[in-house]
């Protein structure tokens, strides 16, 4: 169904079946074990580096862990088992299809994915007004007329009410 597998799921070139992939699966199986003692990705994607575990991204000219791979593999289905078939329009990718449960083989048990998805969520704090002057309701929402891009709150002074919202393109003027 796809070319492109989980850098810790392989495919038997005798059988055509998935499986995985022992050294990766075990860090992987690693990444969630040490989320369950409140680790973060950042912390973690150090500590690999730091004792120079193999990074197992598809990717070859990768050596070093970054704290964004870890991330994206404490939120990725895939350790569970389940496949979101995609497909691409204009570059994205985007889903297509229900979820298909049990189609990739499972690194981690379901309880052990979500119980380090509940532990990071707690974790979360809630995003509220930011600085002195309070944050922007708006931000992420308002939208150029003329470019399309995001719009962004502007100090035009020393009161608190000279605000502008601006274009981030410069070469857009309102």
């Known amino acids: 169904m796809t070319g492109t597998l989980p850098a810790w799921v392989i495919k038997d070139s005798t059988t055509g079946q998935l499986k995985l992939h022992d050294g990766r699966a075990k860090v992987v199986r690693r990444i969630f074990q040490e989320a369950t003692r409140d680790v973060g990705h950042h912390t973690i994607a150090r500590r690999f580096n730091r004792e120079k ?51 990739l083989p499972r690194v981690i048990p ?46 035009k002074g020393k009161a608190a009410t000279e605000w502008d919202i601006s274009c981030l393109r410069q070469r857009c003027s309102r």
């Open 110 to 155: 379901d309880s052990l994915y979500y119980k380090v998805r509940e532990i990071r969520a707690s974790r979360r704090i809630p995003s509220g007004p930011k600085g002195d002057n309070g944050g922007n309701l708006f931000q992420g929402l308002a939208r150029c007329h003329k470019c399309g891009s995001a719009m962004h709150k502007v100090s």
């Open 53 to 103: 575990v193999p990074a197992i991204t598809q990717k070859k000219s990768s050596k070093a862990w970054y704290s964004s791979y870890a991330l994206k593999i404490l939120h990725n289905p895939a350790v569970i088992g389940q496949y979101q078939p995609c497909k691409i329009v204009n570059g994205k990718r985007v889903p297509v299809g229900e979820i298909l449960p049990d189609y």
